[in-house]
Nanobody, 123 residues
Framework: QVQLVESGGGLVQPGGSLTLSCATS????????VGWFRQAPGKEREEISCINHSDGTKHYAASVAGRFTISSDSAKNMVYLQMNNLKPEDTAVYYC????????????????WGQGTQVNVSS
């Protein structure tokens, strides 16, 4: 069955960096888009980045563009989110999701989800 497992979250100081990993299984990564979403306390879930493997395009929300980088390794069935210059407002639970269109801001049409990994940015 399809599984997505996030890892790499933790506590980091403002200005610091983290790399989140999404281990995928049960589907052919090259055929689908994988998005990274986050949900902060009291806020709605939002798509922050997405990679569309069918055409190689990458998408970023304005709030993270220039600071976050999405990448993937199809041979390892992994998708990554490199996060630099982290800010306190980046604090959230981060999720990866598969089989949805990039640009589905709330992720309503994504079919598969990981369990999430917590990122805390605080001094």
């Amino acid at each position: 069955q399809v599984q997505l497992v996030e890892s790499g979250g933790g506590l980091v100081q403002p200005g610091g960096s983290l790399t989140l990993s999404c281990a995928t299984s049960g589907f052919t990564l090259d055929r689908y888009a994988v998005g990274w979403f986050r949900q902060a306390p009291g806020k709605e879930r939002e798509e922050i980045s997405c990679i569309n493997h069918s055409d190689g395009t990458k998408h970023y929300a304005a709030s993270v563009a220039g600071r976050f980088t999405i990448s993937s390794d199809s041979a390892k069935n992994m998708v990554y989110l490199q996060m630099n210059n982290l800010k306190p407002e980046d604090t959230a639970v981060y999720y990866c999701a598969a089989e949805g269109p990039c640009g589905d801001y709330r992720g309503y049409t994504y079919r598969y989800w990981g369990q999430g990994t917590q990122v805390n940015v605080s001094s």
